[in-house]
């Protein structure tokens, strides 16, 4: 039985992964909005049983290879959505050094970076990267989580070898257990069989 906040089906991936690491980016103040993002009441990744079941063995996968998980982002509620684009359609660029020095704000919506539907509020959408156990940090992809450009493309020629065969590395696990590439983000996921294909969620993260 699920916790009453949020539906049958969907479970905190932290009780399913117990050693994933969460940097939760729409929890904090460091992401493209630069303020928490509405319905992100506590720094925690929901995914459907089933995402998270599937995420499991990729974590098992990587923990051999002596690395970790990092989520960046799962479930994500509709209203978080609309902040997305409350913010979109408004002045504040105060984050844009950061994560969109190259694109004009007024176009985000053309270029599909920012949506008024997600596929992250179906609740199997991850976002993630992978950290080195030994050395305690994150893998280099070559760009960051969130940035708004050619340069956050999985096959983006731009990034060193090194770099693309972590971007590959990543791919390649989560192929491997069910889910499918964004070709735009090289840190997003969707589990090719997600349960709830036509529905998006609205419930909190906490």
């Known amino acids: ?13 932290s009780e399913v992964i117990p050693d994933v690491l969460l940097d939760v ?16 009441e506590a720094p925690v ?7 998270a079941d599937a995420l499991a063995l990729v974590s098992a996968d990587m923990r051999r290879k002596g690395l970790r998980l990092v989520l960046y982002d799962g479930y994500r509620p509709q ?5 997305f684009v409350r913010w979109a359609e408004s002045a504040d660029e105060s984050m844009r050094a950061a994560f969109y020095p190259d694109v004009e704000k007024r176009d985000l919506f053309e270029r599909g970076f920012i949506a008024r539907r997600s596929g992250h509020s179906r609740g199997s959408t991850i976002d993630l990267t992978l950290l080195d ?6 893998l280099d992809m070559g760009g960051p989580f969130d940035f708004f450009g050619e340069r956050s493309h999985p096959d983006y020629p731009g990034v060193t070898p090194a770099q693309h065969a972590n971007r590959m590395l990543l791919r390649q696990a989560m ?9 735009t983000e090289w840190w997003h996921f969707t589990l090719k ?4 294909p036509d529905t998006y969620f609205d419930f ?3």
């Open 175 to 183: 192929l491997d257990h069910g889910f499918k590439p964004l070709s």
């Open 79 to 83: 209203r978080a959505v609309d902040h």
């Open 1 to 13: 039985m699920s916790d009453l906040h949020m539906p049958d089906g969907f479970v905190s991936v």
């Open 193 to 196: 069989d997600e349960p709830y």
């Open 204 to 206: 909190p993260v906490r």
């Open 25 to 40: 980016r729409y929890y904090s103040t460091y992401n493209f909005v630069g303020e928490r993002v509405d319905g992100y």
């Open 133 to 138: 156990e030994k050395g305690g940090t994150p």
């Open 45 to 51: 990744v929901l995914l459907t049983k089933e995402a």
